[in-house]
């Protein structure tokens, strides 16, 4: 079983910035799909943003240009930098690994992200 552990959420006011991060308790990104997911108050869960096992990345239209997703393999860690921060970017962010072996599917626990106006 794999565990994803997120961090670096926070409050900041729009226009900011933070870098969450998701480390895995092992070498995974090999073989998962990695994704961003965030769920705001009476909302259903959105992705965000992915990163294939070939690298190549997805976003949904609402963050382009405005978050980045990265992982670095060495340090089982998968970041994602968001920049120009609004007040509907505030929910509950989780990391998700999706693999070709299904046991090494996991979420994480989630990390608050506050931007207020």
């Known amino acids: 079983q794999v565990v994803l552990v997120e961090s670096g959420g926070g409050s900041v006011q729009a226009g900011g910035s933070l870098k969450l991060s998701c480390v895995a308790s092992?070498?995974?990104?090999?073989?998962?799909?990695m994704g961003w997911y965030r769920q705001a108050p009476g909302k259903e869960r959105e992705l965000v943003s992915d990163i294939n096992i070939d690298g190549t990345t997805t976003y949904a239209d609402s963050v382009k240009g405005r978050f980045t997703i990265s992982q670095d393999n060495d340090k089982k860690t998968m970041y994602l930098q968001m920049n120009s921060l609004k007040p509907e970017d505030t929910a509950i962010y989780f990391c998700?690994?999706?693999?070709?072996?299904?046991?090494?599917?996991?979420w994480g626990q989630g990390t608050q992200v506050t931007v207020s106006s």
């Open positions: 092992g070498y995974i990104f090999t073989f998962c799909r």
């Open positions: 998700a690994s999706h693999c070709l072996t299904s046991r090494y599917n996991s």
